[in-house]
């Protein structure tokens, strides 16, 4: 019965990805940034500032030290990448869809004459 249930539930949530695992790793990099910031405000030596700064500690050596930095360096040069393929990957989508700029206002714009256009001098 309980397997006849589990069939209709549908397919079940893979495990998370290297993507899913960077994405996260730059969250807790981000919290911990947002934790420093927060204890510089609270009172040295009190139980709140101690607990925050071990915090701090124990996530960042998960990160690969330095505070996790090294990483998000290297995810934030992932995103800008995969970010200006799409930028890429859209604009030869729309060129292809809207017939290469042809008639479209601003469409004659540099580039090459096309070729049933008489060059100058002809």
């Keep these: 019965m309980a397997a006849f249930a589990r069939s209709k539930?549908?397919?079940q949530v893979s495990a998370p990805?290297?993507?899913n695992q960077a994405d996260s790793m730059n969250l807790i990099i981000q919290a911990i940034q947002t934790l420093k910031q927060a204890g510089l405000g609270l009172q040295p030596g009190s139980k709140l500032h101690s607990d925050v700064?071990?915090?701090i500690s124990q996530l960042s050596r998960h990160l690969?030290?330095?505070g996790g930095m090294?990483?998000?360096?290297?995810i934030q040069k992932t995103m800008i990448g995969d970010q200006l393929k799409r930028?890429?990957?859209n604009a030869l989508l729309q060129k292809i869809m809207g017939g290469g700029g042809q008639g479209?206002?601003?469409g004659g714009q540099g580039g090459a004459p096309m070729p049933s256009t008489p060059l100058p001098g002809s």
């Design 104 to 106: 479209q206002p601003g």
């Design 64 to 66: 690969g030290g330095a």
């Design 70 to 74: 090294g990483p998000a360096v290297g």
């Design 53 to 55: 700064f071990r915090t």
């Design 17 to 19: 990805g290297p993507g």
């Design 9 to 11: 539930m549908g397919a």
């Design 87 to 89: 930028t890429i990957q």
